[in-house]
């Protein structure tokens, strides 16, 4: 059913149980689910959060400005795509990391016809460092990065098994969407992604499919177009 998609994963999804550092356990996990859904014939590019590492927000009033925060988060995903490229490739996949601002040589400078074409060979493009640009979410870049390359969706990997009325893990009357619009989603202030990602994949017709990561087999089932979590479309 999708052939090309952005796969956005939260930096805490790398943290483990805690959701804090590098958990290679982690790591090793969801490696062998992109892989499995990159050998299925799904080309995969990949947005990581650093929420594990440091979030720029959490820095405001504890003496760190709201930008120089957000370089620090950019450069935690960096961080987090490094770890996550060379657990992919311990798989016999080949991935490249890629940066919104230049690093060389800790990683390549984004250019979307080198992503693109990184892709079409069967290869894991992880595009890491945000947009370059603070006052931006990792959501907003997935967002934009999936508009860049002509994702066919763009799949929110979290730890819950798709969108609800409420939180599950807080509220247990909370109830599961299988699908619903942007607008409903943006009206009743559910928690899928910031407004501006929201915009812009509305804008450029591509659906958000928010999943359960740390189920087995969850990425390929998608690529099967099986239902799988919540779709939100226009």
């Given at each position: 059913m999708y052939k090309r998609v952005l796969l956005k994963l939260s930096g805490e999804s790398l943290g483990g149980p805690e959701g804090r550092g590098i958990d290679e356990k982690s790591l090793r996990k969801a490696a062998g689910e992109i892989a499995q859904a990159v050998r299925g014939g799904m080309q995969v590019a990949i947005v990581n959060g650093g929420g594990n590492i440091f979030r720029g927000l959490q820095g405001v009033g504890k003496g760190f400005d709201r930008v120089n925060g957000d370089k620090m988060g950019m450069l935690a995903t960096v961080i987090n795509s490094l770890g996550l490229a060379m657990a992919i490739r311990s798989e016999g996949i080949e991935a490249e990391v890629f940066t919104a601002t230049p690093m060389e040589p800790i990683a390549r400078y984004y250019v979307r016809e080198?992503?693109?074409?990184?892709?079409?060979?069967?290869?894991?493009?992880?595009?890491?460092?945000?947009?370059?640009?603070?006052?931006?979410?990792?959501?907003?870049?997935?967002?934009?990065?999936?508009?860049?390359?002509?994702?066919?969706?763009?799949?929110?990997?979290?730890?819950?098994?798709?969108?609800?009325?409420?939180?599950?893990?807080?509220?247990?009357?909370?109830?599961?969407?299988?699908?619903?619009?942007?607008?409903?989603?943006?009206?009743?202030?559910?928690?899928?992604?910031?407004?501006?990602?929201?915009?812009?994949?509305?804008?450029?017709?591509?659906?958000?499919?928010?999943?359960d990561m740390n189920e087995p087999g969850n990425l390929s089932r998608i690529l099967k177009g099986e239902k799988v979590g919540t779709l939100v479309h226009a």
């Open positions: 080198k992503a693109v074409e990184l892709l079409e060979k069967g290869g894991v493009a992880l595009i890491a460092g945000g947009t370059g640009n603070p006052f931006f979410t990792t959501d907003s870049g997935a967002a934009l990065r999936a508009l860049e390359i002509g994702a066919d969706a763009l799949l929110k990997g979290t730890r819950v098994d798709g969108v609800y009325t409420a939180d599950p893990e807080k509220d247990p009357t909370a109830v599961k969407y299988d699908e619903l619009t942007f607008s409903k989603a943006l009206a009743d202030h559910l928690k899928v992604m910031d407004a501006t990602a929201f915009a812009l994949c509305e804008q450029g017709d591509v659906p958000i499919i928010v999943f």
